[in-house]
């Protein structure tokens, strides 16, 4: 595939084909993911890039070749060379101008751009009826972590498209049927606890409700990208009544186990639901109650 072969080279070579680098030949070969590489292949990566030339496969004869090569990875190039599964001396030939790509992760902003740049192409490629993603459905977006980066977020948007043509698309339908569609991860597990906070009754009489769900706290550094001001102290206590709320539940309105869970006192425990005004659940298996 790289390199091409000779007419009889192998079984079913019955004409000669040229290789990806001598396709690229006067211009740029770009390789993806070069860090999965196999040693084997390193090697002759290494020699053509040494030698400027290639020999194709069944061929006797050099061609010379001049190119441009840029390479992209999502490993840690030098834990492999440390590892021993990547050509020290390769790594050192390609790493000639290195370039960083932050990830979706680490550019929230960036995604609604790219989701809407991806969409468009969809639409180009393969003629789809795009839906149309709301911003609740762009904030979404734009709080997930993406592990998987760009190439989730384009299988999501696929998915969108599948399951949502031409329709309008909100924040409900991105975390049900878009990214949900896998065993929770912890973060994902601890990003619908935040979100749960918008619907519980913890802001202050006079105090107007944020709109937008709260974010993982991994997530609170990019929150200035989309609002001017943050109310912290709301943020900070709303994230302590579903804290206190969740542990209340899952022990049954029991509020020594609920302390035990939140690793409080018992008796701190009590006066934060004073402060919170927060009552147990209904029908609670034991007689403590906050005096």
């Avoid at 690229?24 to 070069?34: R, V």
Wanted: glycine share 6%; hydrophobic share 40%.
């Amino acid at each position: 595939e790289l390199f091409g072969h000779e007419k009889g080279a192998f079984t079913g070579a019955e004409k000669p084909r040229k290789g990806r680098v001598e396709l690229a030949s006067g211009g740029t070969l770009f390789l993806d993911e070069i860090g999965d590489m196999p040693l084997s292949l390193q090697s002759k990566l290494l020699r053509v890039l040494e030698s400027r030339s290639i020999q194709p496969v069944g061929g006797n004869e050099e061609r010379e070749v001049d190119f441009r090569l840029v390479c992209a990875t999502h490993k840690n190039i030098q834990e492999s060379v440390n590892e021993g599964s990547f050509r020290a001396d390769l790594f050192f030939r390609i790493n000639v101008f290195p370039l960083q790509v932050p990830t979706l992760a680490e550019r929230h902003v960036d995604v609604p751009l790219i989701a809407e740049a991806i969409l468009a192409q969809l639409a180009t490629d393969i003629g789809a009826e795009i839906p149309i993603l709301d911003e609740s459905a762009l904030t979404e977006l734009s709080r997930y972590t993406w592990p998987g980066n760009v190439r989730e977020l384009r299988n999501v948007l696929e998915r969108a498209v599948v399951m949502f043509p031409k329709q309008l698309v909100s924040s409900i339908e991105v975390r049900e049927n878009l990214l949900r569609l896998k065993a929770p991860r912890r973060e994902d597990e601890l990003d619908a606890l935040w979100e749960a906070s918008q619907d519980l009754s913890g802001v202050s009489a006079g105090e107007e409700p944020t709109d937008a769900p709260l974010p993982h706290p991994a997530h609170y550094a990019d929150w200035f990208s989309y609002f001017d001001t943050i109310d912290m102290r709301r943020h900070l206590r709303d994230i302590e009544v579903v804290l206190i709320e969740a542990a209340l539940a899952k022990s049954d309105g029991m509020v020594s186990q609920a302390a035990e869970a939140l690793k409080l006192r018992r008796t701190t425990l009590i006066e934060k639901m004073k402060k919170l005004m927060i009552d147990k659940p209904s029908q609670p298996k034991d007689d403590e109650t906050p005096s």
